[in-house]
């Protein structure tokens, strides 16, 4: 079972390294390791499981956050509706990803971003767009195309960083994080 140790520090310099493509058929250990990124993913979102496993929550994952410089990233979003019972997910693997299109409207997380790979507080806005479009390939190979709005267009853009070597931090201005705030919407 993956556990939050596993995945690499942003000290670590292969999370500065740029993901090469991936080519199909996936192979067995691509196959696993998207599994178990799911996995992971799913159970750090359910308070019970991440207190009995110690995960640390996050809703997306790239490959090279484990160590493997290939570009593909997994996205789990909770989906639960308010006033039921159980916890509800989407799931979203996409292999070779690509930005096809933006919205000129540009937001940032009002709490701020996180990252798995990030282990510490970090003060400011990372500007994103707050709606996109991405295509990609799916497990089999066949082309898809996603629209994606408001949390999973930031929670996309943010693992597609990670695919070209790029952490939510690189986005800060260190001597002034707040920078722009008034001409993005908080989200």
Not at 50 to 68: T, W
Not at 148 to 168: K, S
Request: hydrophobic share 35%; net charge negative; proline share 4%.
């Amino acid at each position: 079972m993956l556990k939050t140790k596993d995945i690499l520090d942003e000290k670590d310099k292969r999370l500065r390294q740029i993901s090469k493509e991936v080519e199909f058929p996936l192979t067995k250990k691509d196959k696993d390791l998207i599994d178990t990124m799911i996995k992971y993913l799913h159970d750090s979102q359910i308070d019970e499981l991440s207190e009995k496993y110690d995960l640390r929550p996050g809703m997306g994952m790239s490959a090279i956050q484990l160590g493997v410089a290939k570009r593909y990233f997994v996205v789990v979003l909770e989906t639960t509706e308010e006033g039921q019972e159980e916890k509800t997910f989407e799931t979203y693997i996409l292999i070779n990803p690509k930005m096809i299109s933006n919205s000129v409207e540009k937001i940032y997380v009002t709490d701020g971003e996180g990252c798995l790979s990030v282990n510490r507080p970090v003060e400011g806005i990372v500007p994103r767009y707050a709606r996109v479009t991405f295509e990609a390939y799916d497990e089999e190979g066949r082309k898809i195309q996603i629209r994606a709005r408001e949390e999973l267009a930031v929670c996309f853009q943010h693992e597609l960083d990670h695919l070209n070597g790029i952490l939510f931090v690189d986005h800060i201005d260190p001597k002034n994080p707040f920078k722009n705030k008034d001409s993005m919407r908080a989200i």
